[in-house]
């Protein structure tokens, strides 16, 4: 954990120090906070899973926009993400005549986003978002229910932190990093709506169906749209 916050901090500090650079050279810069709801679900799944629906979480944070001429803004920001997914195992029956559903597993995990973006802007008011984001992950929280045929259909199982790797987490990775595509409007001169889709480049999230390590999912991507207001501070 020590190794992991000394990371952030590294990270937090380069992000900060990036932002005066640019804020030095740019012809106006404006600050300010946002907030709102994330819709995430999990991509590329094969194999014994299927998706099941998106979870639903929230995102909060600062950013900056740095303006560098009338068309194009450059738009750095820090936020903390709860994000997920949702999907269905499957269990082979008995004999090996077809698969039936035996799991509903629900993933609930935390970042540190550090989304690196540049907003063009073809009208006045109007933008388009387009750049990358760098994600580390600072919590876990996996809800397995039984849904299978057997006397343990029903049962619950939720592990977080720690015991999230000791069940699974041989095949979690803590880094993630995606792509990101979206628009936005200002409704006024301190306030601006936005919607976005994040889309992950890293085969982060693995469930291992037994203890053994060798009896996993190949790996998911994760998939995220983010609905976001804005408010200006300067």
């Given at each position: 954990?020590?190794?992991?916050?000394?990371?952030?901090?590294?990270?937090?500090?380069?992000?900060?120090?990036?932002?005066?650079?640019?804020?030095?050279?740019?012809?106006?810069?404006?600050?300010?906070?946002?907030?709102?709801?994330?819709?995430?679900?999990?991509?590329?799944?094969?194999?014994?899973?299927?998706?099941?629906?998106?979870?639903?979480?929230?995102?909060?944070?600062?950013?900056?926009?740095?303006?560098?001429?009338?068309?194009?803004?450059?738009?750095?920001?820090?936020?903390?993400?709860?994000?997920?997914?949702?999907?269905?195992?499957?269990?082979?029956?008995?004999?090996?005549?077809?698969?039936?559903?035996?799991?509903?597993?629900?993933?609930?995990?935390?970042?540190?986003?550090?989304?690196?973006?540049?907003?063009?802007?073809?009208?006045?008011?109007?933008?388009?978002?387009?750049?990358?984001?760098?994600?580390?992950?600072?919590?876990?929280?996996?809800?397995?229910?039984?849904?299978?045929?057997?006397?343990?259909?029903?049962?619950?199982?939720?592990?977080?932190?720690?015991?999230?790797?000791?069940?699974?987490?041989?095949?979690?990775?803590?880094?993630?990093?995606?792509?990101?595509?979206?628009?936005?409007?200002?409704?006024?001169?301190?306030?601006?709506?936005?919607?976005?889709?994040?889309?992950?480049?890293?085969?982060?999230?693995?469930?291992?169906?037994?203890?053994?390590?060798?009896?996993?999912?190949k790996g998911w991507k994760s998939n995220v749209i983010q609905v976001s207001a804005m408010f200006s501070i300067n």
């Amino acid at each position: 954990m020590k190794n992991i916050n000394r990371l952030q901090l590294k990270v937090f500090i380069l992000f900060i120090l990036a932002l005066f650079t640019f804020s030095s050279f740019a012809q106006e810069a404006k600050w300010g906070i946002k907030a709102g709801c994330n819709f995430s679900s999990l991509s590329d799944v094969k194999y014994e899973f299927e998706k099941d629906g998106m979870t639903a979480g929230y995102h909060t944070g600062v950013f900056a926009s740095i303006s560098n001429g009338k068309f194009c803004n450059f738009q750095p920001e820090l936020l903390f993400s709860m994000q997920g997914g949702k999907m269905i195992h499957y269990a082979p029956l008995r004999g090996g005549e077809g698969y039936v559903p035996s799991l509903k597993l629900t993933y609930q995990l935390g970042y540190i986003q550090i989304p690196i973006l540049f907003e063009i802007k073809p009208v006045e008011g109007f933008g388009i978002l387009t750049g990358f984001q760098l994600s580390f992950n600072i919590s876990r929280k996996f809800t397995s229910v039984d849904i299978g045929n057997s006397i343990f259909n029903g049962h619950k199982e939720t592990v977080s932190g720690s015991k999230f790797y000791e069940y699974y987490g041989v095949h979690f990775q803590k880094f993630d990093a995606g792509l990101v595509f979206g628009l936005q409007y200002t409704l006024m001169k301190k306030m601006t709506i936005g919607v976005r889709n994040n889309f992950g480049l890293i085969n982060n999230w693995y469930h291992a169906v037994s203890r053994s390590p060798l009896v996993t999912s190949k790996g998911w991507k994760s998939n995220v749209i983010q609905v976001s207001a804005m408010f200006s501070i300067n």
